[in-house]
């Protein structure tokens, strides 16, 4: 079956360090996304790409970082820079061009944590 | 800048009742509008989208969702309520230019009693 794989589940981070949360879609979208949920606050777009090797920061990327170096492959690291983390991470894919109306398709999320 | 607003955190509803879920919006040009489910610890699932056309959409689960442009809303509404209707709610819009990025809602829960 088709669809978004989010790993790992559970992530926890020690200060100063980086992590990398990995985002693989088998759908063969090129659009890919990142979203931040924190409790009462919805989701915030992170970052966002439209077609590979290409992306653009969202309302609150400071902190994170990606790539897009293969369509299927959307990575996000959660920087030392990103004072709190703590929060779940969704990734998402879509259509995009004349897709524009179709519904995004959502992992099962990332929980990450500071130790 | 384009905006959603769910104006109930949690709405209560026992079985077998009517539920609406409420949203409205801002956005320039015409709205694309989604409604998506979240189960705990779990990614969200599209239930229905307005792109154009009939103004009652009709999508997953049982649940319909009435688009009045007038009033810039878009309900979500299914007649029947299930226990297993229990979840978070988020209403989203994108406008119909541009790059294909969705603002959410904040959530709303919706809790159905036995």
């Known amino acids: 079956d088709g669809g978004i794989t989010q790993s790992p589940k559970y992530l926890f981070r020690k200060e100063g360090q980086n992590v990398t949360l990995s985002c693989e879609q088998n759908l063969n979208h090129d659009a890919m996304y990142w979203y931040r949920q924190d409790p009462g606050q919805g989701l915030r777009l992170i970052y966002y790409s439209q077609i590979v090797n290409d992306f653009q920061k969202g309302d609150i990327a400071e902190g994170y970082s990606v790539s897009r170096e293969k369509k299927e492959s959307f990575p996000l690291t959660v920087t030392s820079a990103q004072k709190n983390p703590t929060a779940f991470y969704l990734c998402?894919?879509?259509?995009?061009?004349?897709?524009?109306?179709?519904?995004?398709?959502f992992g099962d999320g990332t929980r990450l944590s500071i130790l | 800048a384009q905006s959603v607003a769910q104006p109930e955190d949690q709405v209560n509803v026992a079985e077998g009742n009517p539920l609406t879920v409420k949203c409205t919006y801002s956005?320039?040009?015409?709205?694309?509008l989604f409604w998506y489910v979240q189960y705990p610890n779990r990614g969200l699932q599209f239930l229905l989208k307005?792109?154009?056309?009939?103004?009652l959409v009709k999508g997953s689960y049982g649940f319909e969702a009435e688009f009045n442009k007038s009033q810039t809303s878009f309900h979500l509404k299914k007649p029947s309520a299930l226990v297993s209707d229990s979840a978070l709610y988020f209403c989203a819009v994108r406008d119909n230019s541009g790059y294909s990025t969705l603002t959410f809602g904040k959530g709303t829960m919706l809790l159905v009693s036995p």
């Open positions: 998402a894919s879509s259509i995009t061009g004349t897709g524009r109306n179709q519904p995004q398709h």
């Open positions: 956005v320039s040009g015409n709205p694309y």
């Open positions: 307005y792109i154009t056309g009939d103004n």
